[in-house]
């Protein structure tokens, strides 16, 4: 099974700072990533696919990088609706998975 | 628009079986899979499995074979997870999504597993 590791598990940033999670697989995914935020309470929504393909309707303030095993996903410029947790999955293989999380707090 | 619309909470005893359908539309039900994923209480999500858009093919979670399955209605664009002899560390919010990159995600169904 391919692991997926974010880093880090939690961060506390302020309004407008930029901010950059990491997630790296065990091995090689191409660009079969996908990102997702999750607000407590709520179903997880989709922020990125294709590792780098922003889903329609997502802001501009979030980008996605990387291919193979490293990739990051950006916030421009934190603002208090970002605040929630994220979560990287790889679509290259069965069994998909996700990683552990990243928690993003107000500072 | 896009929308997945699954059945409501469910509270069963240990040993229960328990069945969450996802109603899809918006789009062409046969034109992608629908993946299932769950979320025990505080924890991170977890990939329970898939089944494809048009052959019924399926693809489960090593730690749930045996006890899932996964089927989909194409006339009424309905997609449905069954999980058998639960316990109580199967207690989570299940959530069906679109695709495998999952880019549409139902609003979620909690099953409670209690005696």
């Known amino acids: 099974d391919i692991q997926m590791t974010q880093s880090p598990s939690s961060l506390s940033a302020s309004v407008g700072d930029r901010v950059t999670i990491t997630c790296r697989a065990s091995?090689?995914?191409?660009?079969?990533l996908a990102w997702f935020q999750q607000k407590p309470g709520k179903a997880p929504k989709s922020l990125i696919y294709?590792?780098?393909s922003l889903q329609s309707g997502v802001p501009s303030k979030f980008s996605g990088s990387g291919s193979g095993t490293d990739f990051t996903l950006t916030i421009s410029s934190l603002q208090p609706e970002d605040f929630a947790t994220y979560y990287c999955?790889?679509?290259?293989?069965?069994?998909?998975?996700f990683g552990g999380g990243t928690k993003v707090e107000i500072k | 628009q896009v929308q997945l619309v699954q059945s409501g909470a469910e509270v069963k005893k240990p040993g229960a079986s328990v069945k969450v359908s996802c109603k899809a539309s918006?789009?062409?039900?046969?034109?992608?899979?629908i993946s299932w994923v769950r979320q025990a209480p505080g924890q991170g999500l977890e990939w329970m499995g898939w089944i494809s858009r048009n052959n019924g093919n399926t693809k489960y979670a090593q730690n749930l074979q045996g006890r899932v399955t996964m089927i989909t209605d194409t006339s009424t664009s309905t997609a449905y997870m069954e999980l058998r002899s639960l316990r109580s560390d199967d207690t989570a919010v299940y959530y069906c999504a679109r695709g495998e990159a999952a880019d549409y995600w139902g609003q979620g169904t909690l099953v409670t597993v209690s005696s």
């Open positions: 999955q790889q679509y290259d293989s069965y069994p998909l998975t």
């Open positions: 294709a590792a780098s």
């Open positions: 091995q090689g995914i191409s660009s079969y």
């Open positions: 918006g789009y062409t039900f046969t034109s992608y899979g």
